[in-house]
């Protein structure tokens, strides 16, 4: 009975915190391929759980371990494969020629 109450505790410990963060790029992403090189890179991001894009919206979407790693350095590993990232939190933020619409309502 103890040891079992042992291992859940261990395990509770160790309970990830995930956060998300929805980004635009520069340049545009415009075939699967572009898809293909961000999800095969920005994966290998310490901390990185999950990267899903979508080409209609032109959005990357990264979940991630904040324990691990940060928007700045998420940003880093894009600008390392040539894309500029912008994080999508607020309507001002997104650049013109990369919006998602999703973030910048009205544009």
Sequence with gaps: MLLIFGVQTVQA?????????????????SCQNCENKIKSNIRFESG????S????????????????????KLKKAFAGIGYTATECVAPQE???????????PGK
């Design 48 to 51: 990185v759980s999950e990267i």
């Design 13 to 29: 410990g160790k309970k990830q915190e995930k956060a998300v963060a929805v980004f635009t790029v520069s340049p545009r992403m």
């Design 94 to 104: 997104c650049a013109p020629d990369s919006c998602c619409g999703k973030c910048c």
């Design 53 to 72: 894009t979508d080409l209609t919206n032109q959005t990357v979407t990264v979940k991630y371990n904040p324990a691990k790693t940060n928007i700045g």
